[in-house]
């Protein structure tokens, strides 16, 4: 039992929580959140292998306040802190949190948590117990509709530092999430040895669009030899290798299954670590692998047929989403848009093309959330425009138009993009401007990125293309700044679907790996 005293006068006596204690625990939840824990939910807590859980108490033994966390294998979880109302103010609370980061900094673990964003009190005392805000987890509590501000705390108190030191070899990374496959082998230090991706378009012309079951059979086909000329290309053995990363979300579930799987096998066989990859965090990690002498903060947008957001970018492990498609991806606004005017799949690079080619003056077409001040798009509305204003044409009048049609329709999905990375660099007050994901590939997005970014001062990154569309060495690349499991930690690891930039795993039978959002 410990005992620490507070402000010379109350005693607070900690011991760890017990199963005796929940009813307590119960009571002082309901006296302190809008929705509170129930007494399975902290039952629970009490019997998970990772749990950690501590309650402070008076003389009697009278329950005054607890804390429960996690122990996961790479990083504790500060899940829940509570004092009874009568006993707040004195203290009590920091003493439960000083004694769970002094655990985990024992176990040398970094900690994180979240906390709502007015919780002013809570927010300070995390400070002054050494955590940093990473990030806001958008509408995280649903009582209230509040935003969450995710916090962490460095073992000792210092931010999470770069993870290359773990590795004393090359690494092998794997993307799979839709439908490109892909094998990159990248030294511990981060530089690129070999990026071999095998496009499934071809395969999904004919549909004029991805087939998950499609996509899933063609990675399983191709995965193999990808590898394989990975490792040839970088002159790399495979038993030279001395990490496997992989993406595990989010993307298409039977996609990614085929590389987490791959990489879980290799990673096991050989008993090597294994670095579970955030597919958004690897759009991110395009910019460092071009340009890793880029002045932060910077904004990064990322567009691609699947994601369209905003992202301030601090560091390798910190980030925040500013904002994000509501609808439609930009990358699919595009295909749409070409598909509308007859052109091949995926139709942005067509439509692109098209587009150099006409009067972008020529239509007026809308773009949701445009005089928003929010940092967020929308793009559903301009290919139903463009539905409308091609079903009052005759076929004739549309293949004479098709140029300043195509150019007018790519205009306003980039002045949107344009548009609201300039507000957010401006609102976040960044010395660097990034676009990654396929829709890099614009050239009209890159032309005005460029100079819009040069008019305000900021560094612009545009990466190589190959950076841009889906690949993995961008994974790799990521790999290094995230989580990593030594074995056979990562033997239930899941790839997850819906995955939120900061997370590399959903909760479930893994390892809760968040790092931030
Ligand atoms: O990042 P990516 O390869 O795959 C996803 O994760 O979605 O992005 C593919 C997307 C497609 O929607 C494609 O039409 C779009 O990027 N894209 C373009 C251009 N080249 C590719 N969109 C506009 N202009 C282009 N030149
Ligand atoms: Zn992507």
Request: hydrophobic share 45%; proline share 4%; glycine share 10%.
């Amino acid at each position: 039992m410990a005992a620490v005293e507070i402000e010379g006068r109350v005693k607070v006596r900690t011991r760890p929580l017990s199963a005796g204690d929940i009813p307590s625990l119960v009571e002082i939840e309901q006296a302190s959140f809008a929705s509170p824990w129930t007494a399975g939910m902290l039952a629970g807590e009490v019997d998970t292998r990772f749990g950690w859980g501590r309650v402070a108490v008076d003389a009697a033994d009278t329950v005054m306040g607890f804390v429960i966390g996690r122990r996961y294998p790479d990083m504790w979880h500060l899940m829940d802190l509570a004092v009874a109302g009568e006993h707040r103010r004195r203290g009590i609370g920091r003493v439960l949190v000083s004694e769970f980061v002094a655990a985990a900094d024992a176990a040398e673990r970094a900690v994180l948590l979240e906390v709502r964003e007015g919780n002013a009190e809570a927010v300070a005392l995390y400070e002054s117990e050494g955590f940093t805000s990473l990030s806001v987890r958008k509408r995280y509590y649903a009582d209230t509709g509040e935003d969450a501000l995710v916090m962490v705390r460095e073992v000792g108190g210092t931010r999470l530092a770069e993870r290359q030191d773990r590795l004393s070899g090359p690494l092998l990374a794997i993307e799979s999430s839709c439908d490109d496959t892909a094998a990159a082998v990248l030294t511990a230090g981060g530089r690129v040895l070999s990026s071999i991706g095998h496009s499934q378009d071809a395969i999904h012309e004919r549909y004029g669009g991805v087939v998950p079951e499609v996509a899933s059979r063609a990675h399983v086909e191709r995965m193999s030899a990808v590898v394989k000329e990975a490792l040839r290309e970088a002159g790399c053995r495979l038993d030279e290798v001395r990490g496997i990363a992989a993406t595990v979300g989010p993307g298409l579930i039977g996609a990614l299954l085929v590389g987490v799987q791959t990489a879980k096998a290799i990673a096991w066989s050989r008993r090597l670590p294994f670095f579970p990859v955030n597919h958004l965090h690897g759009h991110l990690a395009a910019t460092w692998l071009a340009d890793p002498g880029a002045p932060v903060p910077m904004v990064t947008l990322i567009a691609s047929g699947g994601h369209t957001m905003l992202v301030r970018v601090d560091d390798r492990t910190t980030f925040r989403l500013l904002g994000e498609t509501l609808d439609d991806a930009a990358g699919e606004a595009f295909d749409k848009g070409a598909r509308l005017l007859g052109l091949g799949y995926p139709g942005g690079r067509e439509l692109d093309l098209l587009a150099e080619q006409g009067d972008a003056t020529h239509y007026d077409f809308p773009i949701g959330l445009r005089r928003s001040d929010r940092l967020d798009f929308s793009f559903s509305g301009v290919k139903t425009a463009l539905y409308y204003l091609l079903r009052e044409m005759s076929a004739k009048e549309r293949k004479a138009n098709a140029a300043d049609i195509a150019a007018s329709y790519r205009q306003a999905i980039v002045d949107a993009l344009v548009d609201k990375t300039g507000r957010a660099a401006s609102q976040e007050s960044v010395r660097s401007i990034a676009v990654t994901g396929g829709v890099a590939a614009n050239s009209l997005l890159r032309r005005r990125l460029d100079e819009e970014g040069k008019k305000a001062g900021l560094h612009v990154i545009l990466p190589p293309l190959g950076y841009c569309t889906d690949n993995a060495a961008m994974i790799g690349a990521a790999a290094l700044a995230g989580p990593c499991l030594e074995y056979p930690d990562y033997i239930d690891l899941d790839a997850s679907a819906s995955l939120p930039l900061g997370r590399w795993s959903t909760d479930g039978s893994g390892p809760d790996l968040s790092l931030n959002d």
